[in-house]
């Protein structure tokens, strides 16, 4: 047990109620649906809840891997929160639920990031990344981004006056995205506390649920025939992913924010969740 007990990932600390609820209630509706698909929890306690020295950043992580590939599609699921405490008085809140499938299906994984860095600006990161070349397989363009609509949320989501595109700075990044990904910046005014909130609330919120109900429906729970080149294609793309999105996302952030020895600490576990 760490000094939170392992309960501490799903109590989302350090965040707005409305922020700590959607992510509260969409960590349980992926555990409740594929739960029976899912071992528990297998990260090693300082890992499952990790700080850096001066005790101004904190992290949970919390990663589920699916049974044996022969009882169920799903590769794992990766949940995370880290907060923190910035010299200006401020704070970075930083939290994703990422859900991963395996070649037993083609289907699309589901990514969710929110990261806060002040309490006037949010970015969002919501979508079911392609694990298919669009281009090439024009069927799936259709199944899992036409007729799922992602499309009209992304729009209903861009009609708010505080919304703006997220342009990463990363290229890889903005390859790995489908075309309907929801990647925004909501910037309120300092004369409106409490603004962004109430965008996570009215907004962010529904539309997350939404999207992650697509995900459950026609991803996770679909059924796709794959072939056999057709599943070791989907190993070398799915694992190629996986390593350079840890590199991209957190292989600079992380030692700067925890120290090296943690950094090595939390990257090696996560490497090894990634890359069995
Ligand atoms: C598949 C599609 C993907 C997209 C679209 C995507 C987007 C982005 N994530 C960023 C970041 C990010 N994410 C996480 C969660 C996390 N990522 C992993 C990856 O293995 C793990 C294991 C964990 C849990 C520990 C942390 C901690 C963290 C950052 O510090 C970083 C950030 O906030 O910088 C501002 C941004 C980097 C590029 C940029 O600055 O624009 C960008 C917004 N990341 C994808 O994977």
């Avoid at 939290?95 to 600006?121: G, K, Y």
């Amino acid at each position: 047990n760490n000094e939170f007990g392992l309960t501490k990932f799903k109590e989302f600390p350090y965040l707005s109620a409305p922020h700590r609820n959607l992510m509260v209630d969409l960590v349980s509706t992926v555990e409740n649906r594929l739960g029976s698909q899912l071992l528990p929890c297998s990260l090693p306690p300082d890992v499952q809840y990790y700080q850096n020295q001066s005790g101004s950043a904190h992290a949970s992580l919390h990663t589920r891997s699916g049974n044996k590939p022969s009882h169920s599609q799903i590769d794992f699921i990766l949940g995370s929160w880290i907060h923190c405490k910035l010299p200006t008085g401020g704070a970075l809140n930083i939290t994703s639920l990422s859900a991963f499938l395996n070649p037993l299906t083609d289907a699309p994984n589901f990514l969710i990031e929110l990261i806060q860095s002040s309490p006037t600006s949010l970015i969002l990161i919501l979508d079911l990344p392609p694990r298919k070349d669009l281009v090439l397989c024009p069927d799936y363009l259709h199944t899992f981004y036409e007729e799922t609509q992602l499309d009209m949320r992304k729009q209903i989501l861009e009609k708010i006056p505080e919304v703006k595109p997220y342009i990463s700075s990363s290229l890889y990044i903005r390859s790995l995205v489908s075309p309907t990904a929801i990647m925004v910046r909501i910037e309120t005014e300092a004369s409106q506390p409490g603004r962004v909130e109430e965008i996570i609330k009215e907004h962010v919120d529904p539309i997350a649920k939404e999207v992650l109900g697509i995900w459950l429906d026609q991803c996770a729970c679909g059924k796709r025939e794959v072939g056999e080149t057709e599943r070791a294609i989907l190993e070398k793309r799915d694992g190629l992913i996986k390593i350079k999105t840890i590199e991209v996302d957190i292989g600079s952030n992380f030692p700067r924010l925890f120290g090296p020895e943690v950094a090595d600490r939390v990257l090696g576990a996560i490497r090894d969740v990634f890359t069995v």
